[in-house]
T-cell receptor, first 112, second 114 residues
Framework: DTEVTQTPKHLVMGMTNKKSLKCEQHMGHRAMYWYKQKAKKPPELMFVYSYEKLSINESVPSRFSPECPNSSLLNLHLHALQPEDSALYLC???????????FGSGTRLTVV | GENVEQHPSTLSVQEGDSAVIKCTYSDSASNYFPWYKQELGKRPQLIIDIRSNVGEKKDQRIAVTLNKTAKHFSLHITETQPEDSAVYFCAASSTTGGYNKLIFGAGTRLAVHP
């Protein structure tokens, strides 16, 4: 299996909702990432997990809460989002340093 | 922190021509430089990468060059085809521990006209 699987593919949520994005990989990669991508912009790093520990939080608002239950799974819990949080949320994994990411297909999130 | 600048923002070429995209980075500690292709509505896909101990790397019609002194790296696509049309992102990373912290350039929208 050489893929990163993200669910759901599309999500529409209200500003008072709580939802979760899920990411799964079975390539044995020990680093996993969340990126946010707005239209016509590059991906922006949000969080990095290395060996299931949070290594980087790029000053992301607390309404985004990451979780890494095990080496294959990465979640992003969403609560009280704002319309400006609407974007494509990309999960990625990498083998280790100096190796490229494998990106998932992303979750297109719309906050209404 | 790392900053990556990418030029041009748009590039239009005729099928069969070559395309060159250039990036500069700010952090001299950066040592890993991948390039990603993103088609409309799809995920970014790694097309080629280069590490700081190498000056040039080639994979069929795609090549990347790195000038560490100038903090500059470039993507070269030869014999372009319509299916090369996409947004291309360069990135740089100063790897640490067990992960890469990739910082992306703003992207280049390449259009290849038949």
């Amino acid at each position: 299996d050489t893929e990163v699987t993200q669910t759901p593919k599309h999500l529409v949520m209200g500003m008072t909702n709580k939802k979760s994005l899920k990411c799964e990989q079975h390539m044995g990669h020990r680093a996993m990432y969340w990126y946010k991508q707005k239209a016509k912009k590059p991906p922006e790093l949000m969080f990095v997990y290395s060996y299931e520990k949070l290594s980087i939080n790029e000053s992301v608002p607390s309404r985004f809460s990451p979780e890494c239950p095990n080496s294959s799974l990465l979640n992003l819990h969403l609560h009280a989002l704002q319309p400006e949080d609407s974007a494509l949320y990309l999960c990625a994994s990498s083998q280790e340093a100096n190796y490229g990411y494998t990106f998932g297909s992303g979750t297109r999130l719309t906050v209404v | 922190g790392e900053n990556v600048e990418q030029h041009p923002s748009t590039l239009s070429v005729q099928e069969g021509d070559s395309a060159v995209i250039k990036c500069t980075y700010s952090d001299s500690a950066s040592n890993y430089f991948p390039w990603y292709k993103q088609e409309l509505g799809k995920r970014p896909q790694l097309i080629i990468d280069i590490r700081s101990n190498v000056g040039e790397k080639k994979d069929q019609r795609i090549a990347v060059t790195l000038n560490k002194t100038a903090k500059h790296f470039s993507l070269h696509i030869t014999e372009t085809q319509p299916e090369d049309s996409a947004v291309y992102f360069c990135a740089a990373s100063s790897t640490t521990g067990g992960y890469n912290k990739l910082i992306f350039g703003a992207g280049t929208r390449l259009a290849v006209h038949p």
